[in-house]
Structure formats: C-alpha cells, structure tokens
C-alpha cells in the first residue's frame, strides 16, 4: 500500500489548496468557504467539514463557493449528501460560484435543487 497521504501519491503535493478554507459561525448560521480543485482527491475533507456543520444543527449553512475553482460529480455529490444530513433543506445553501462551478451546477440540474445565490451576502440575508 502506498504511504502518505492522496496529494502524494498522485503527485500534487505542494500543488492543490486545502479544500476547506475555513469556517465561521455567525448568529445561527455557518459559513464553510471552500477553495481551489473540489474532487475525488480530497471530496473526503469537504464531506467531513459539512457533515461536522450539518450535525450543528445550524438555522442556516452557508457554502460559499467563491474560490472553488473546479467540481466535479464526486464533490457534487458530497453537496447533495450534506444537505440531507440538516434537519432545515432550505437551510442549505451555495454561495458565489464562480463560472465553472455555476456550469458544473447546470449541466448536473442541481441549480435547480439547491438555493444558489450569486453572492455571500444574498445567501446570508436569503430567507429559510
């Protein structure tokens, strides 16, 4: 078996960003910013971070997308698996994503599904 850890072995050490950039808590919300390439690679850490967030039981959880740079299925999937993990569905909802990621929202139908808003501010003063 292969030792270290997955940016290792596929040769991005140094290279990709951490895919959760931080966390906030504001006055019942959550904010999880994640960052740069959201995929197979690392969809582990992003699942880890929302399910954390979910079981918070927050009024509202924000993930703003403003730095993701790509998504693909898998990470797509961790979106769709931690928005029935919060009691409130409506609650959860994607903020700011960039061109790509919006089209990876399209082509998949999930605009359709999740509260996509265009900007932080508008998902923080969405109603839930």
């Known amino acids: 078996m292969a030792e270290g850890n997955d940016a290792t072995r596929d040769g991005t050490s140094g290279i990709r960003e951490d895919p959760v950039a931080g966390i906030s808590r504001n006055d ?3 904010i999880v910013s994640l960052a740069g ?7 582990h850490e992003v ?3 929302l399910l954390e967030c979910c079981a918070e039981a927050p009024n ?3 993930v703003d997308l ?3 740079k790509f998504i693909d299925s898998t990470a ?3 979106l769709i698996e931690a928005r029935t993990k919060l009691e409130n569905r409506r609650g959860f909802l994607l903020a700011a994503p960039g061109l790509e990621t919006k089209r990876a929202l399209e082509i998949s139908g999930l605009d359709r599904h999740f509260a ?3 900007s932080l501010d508008a998902a923080l003063d969405a109603s839930v």
């Open 60 to 62: 509202r959880l924000v």
């Open 116 to 118: 996509v808003h265009d």
């Open 47 to 49: 699942r880890e971070a």
């Open 76 to 78: 797509l999937g961790v």
């Open 28 to 30: 019942g919300s959550v």
């Open 37 to 43: 390439e959201l995929d197979l690679y690392n969809a």
């Open 66 to 68: 403003s730095a993701v």
